[in-house]
Structures are given as C-alpha cells and as structure tokens.
C-alpha cells in the first residue's frame, strides 16, 4: 500500500513539474502599441498583450515575418517551490509586459504605420505624430532567461 502512496505522490509531483514547462512554450498573443506625439512632446502611450489566444497563425494565411530573441530580467524564479501554479500560467505573459520596450524594439522592426500631419493656425503651428502597431500575432516562449518572439503577418494575396 505505501508503494501505490508513494508512486502516486511520485507521478503527482512529476505531473506538477511537467505542467511547469508547458505553460512557457509557444503560447500565442496579440500584441499593439500606439504612440502620440504633439509638438515633440509624448501625449499619450498604449501597450497592451493579450491573454494568451487560441492559435490564428494555424487558420488563417499568416506567415513569419520576424523572429527575435530577448534576455529577461528579474522574472520570478521557476525553481522556487513557493511560486504559485496560478502565477507560472502567466509568466510568459509578464514576461511580455515587463520587456515592454526591448518587445516593442522586436516588433518595429516587423512593421509600422506612421501618420504625421502639421496644423496651422494663427499663432503657429502644430505637429502631431502617430506611431501605430495595429494588433499583431506573436508567438512567444520562454526558455530560462530568454524570452523568444515570432512575429507573424496575413500572407498579401
């Protein structure tokens, strides 16, 4: 009887170290940024990731347009048994937000819309500049330190 325990213990454990790994593999996200500058002066900045989303790239005709990888820093450590299940299914994903600008580096050099346009009035004039990453599918997976991005475009026809 303690054998059955203690292999069942054994098998749980094994399971619980498993489901670890699974959660930081190829995990697909959208991600987009816009930034508003007016008269060289920042007005206003959207990061956002998504949950992770069950796979476009698979159904639709999108194809690999970028890949790059990033080192991590001062992510919580897998190895640590007190680290909650619940925090390790999000770790990607806060891996994602905390390397916001290294992330969004990796995704201008995919692709960018700029809109810039000059306002003149009495007095002078306006300037106001508009970077836009429209809602992008990236696959991402964490390795160690090493947080690993495929940035994927629809396929023109």
Same mark, same amino acid.
């Given at each position: 009887m303690r054998f059955f325990l203690f292999l069942y213990f054994l098998l749980c454990f094994l399971g619980v170290s498993l489901h670890a790994l699974n959660p930081l593999e190829d995990q697909e996200f959208l991600i987009s940024y816009r930034l508003k500058i007016v008269d060289s002066r920042v007005m206003g900045e959207e990061y956002s990731v998504s949950k992770p989303i069950v796979s476009r790239i698979k159904t639709a005709p999108y194809v690999l347009d970028y890949h790059c990888s990033i080192i991590t820093h001062n992510l919580p450590d897998l190895k640590n048994? =007190?680290?909650?299940?619940?925090?390790?299914?999000? #770790?990607?994903?806060? %891996? $994602?937000?905390?390397?916001?600008?290294?992330?969004?580096?990796?995704?201008?050099?995919?692709?960018?819309?700029?809109?810039?346009?000059?306002?003149?009035?009495?007095?002078?004039?306006?300037?106001?500049?508009?970077?836009? =990453?429209?809602?992008?599918?990236?696959?991402?997976? #964490?390795?160690?330190? %090493? $947080?690993?991005?495929d940035i994927f475009r629809k396929e023109e026809e």
């Open positions: 048994p =007190l680290l909650p299940i619940k925090l390790e299914r999000f #770790l990607l994903e806060i %891996a $994602l937000k905390k390397e916001k600008e290294r992330v969004i580096d990796c995704i201008l050099k995919s692709q960018v819309a700029i809109t810039h346009y000059d306002h003149s009035y009495k007095n002078g004039t306006t300037t106001t500049s508009i970077l836009n =990453l429209k809602a992008l599918s990236v696959r991402a997976s #964490l390795v160690g330190d %090493a $947080l690993f991005l």
